[in-house]
């Protein structure tokens, strides 16, 4: 299986801040990366696929970048509906592999 | 438009069995892989199995294999997941979800989950 492994676990920041969250796949999987919001009691949110996709209806602050083993997800100007846990997830094997999550707190 | 609704969690006794289901709507339900995730309480997201459009191909996690079983009735637009020999450890929120449209394998569409929880 290919380890996912996300950086910071958590992450504590104010309304406007520009957030960076990183995920680092054990080995290449090319760009097959998406990354998810979580929030408590709810599905996760599909917010980019293809490592830097921006799924529909999803707001442009949210971007990704990355291939082969090193992927981030940025939010330009973090706004209150952003604080959530967020997800990256490979899927160019078949046993595909979630990272452990990254909680986006308020600072 | 797309829903999923799973079905079939409740509390289990470890050895048990359940099975659960996902009713799709609002979309060719032939046209897509299927999978199914977990979320263990208070716990990040954890991928339990994959199956094809025809049922040709399905992939397990190491965690379940040889005890969940998934399948699929296209013609009644449903997802299973049959669980054998449960543990504690599978005590969990399962969700049912659909890939991306544009034949990428992202998760695009998830159920509400329904929770099983395997205790004596």
């Known amino acids: 299986d290919i380890q996912m492994t996300q950086s910071p676990s958590t992450l504590s920041a104010s309304v406007g801040d520009r957030v960076t969250i990183t995920c680092r796949a054990g080995?290449?999987?090319?760009?097959?990366l998406a990354w998810y919001q979580q929030k408590a009691g709810k599905a996760p949110k599909l917010l980019i696929y293809?490592?830097?996709n921006l799924e529909s209806g999803v707001p442009s602050r949210f971007s990704g970048r990355g291939s082969g083993t090193e992927f981030t997800l940025t939010i330009s100007s973090l706004q209150p509906d952003d604080f959530a846990t967020y997800y990256c997830?490979?899927?160019?094997?078949?046993?595909?592999?979630f990272g452990q999550g990254t909680k986006v707190e308020i600072k | 438009e797309v829903q999923l609704v799973e079905s079939g969690g409740g509390l289990v006794k470890p050895g048990g069995s359940l099975r659960l289901s996902c009713a799709a709507s609002?979309?060719?339900?032939?046209?897509?892989?299927m999978n199914w995730v977990r979320q263990a309480p208070g716990k990040g997201l954890e991928w339990v199995s994959s199956?094809?459009?025809?049922?040709?191909?399905?992939y397990y996690a190491d965690s379940v294999k040889g005890r969940f079983t998934i399948s699929r009735d296209n013609a009644k637009n449903s997802l299973h997941l049959q669980m054998n020999s449960l543990r504690a450890e599978d005590t969990a929120v399962y969700y049912c979800?659909?890939?991306?449209?544009?034949?990428?394998?992202?998760?695009?569409?998830w159920g509400q989950g329904t929770l099983v929880i395997v205790s004596s």
């Open positions: 979800a659909r890939v991306h449209d544009s034949g990428d394998y992202s998760l695009v569409y």
């Open positions: 609002g979309f060719t339900f032939s046209d897509y892989n």
């Open positions: 199956i094809s459009r025809s049922s040709s191909y399905r």
């Open positions: 080995q290449a999987i090319s760009s097959w």
């Open positions: 293809k490592a830097s």
């Open positions: 997830q490979e899927y160019n094997s078949y046993s595909w592999t």
